[in-house]
């Protein structure tokens, strides 16, 4: 099940993010946050 979410980020942090799509590493922002998202919770569960 998807659950729809909704953020505020910062000017600089959303064009990093645009030039990480434009660059196809992700399929769409909602794909990069959810990865970013799985990272994180990974790397806290590792300390």
Known sequence: MRHKLSITIGEDTILQIRDALR???YRNK????????????????LK
Not at 37 to 43: F, P, S
């Open 23 to 25: 660059n196809k590493n």
């Open 30 to 45: 909602s794909h990069f946050f959810e990865i970013a998202a799985i990272n994180l919770l990974e790397k806290e569960v």
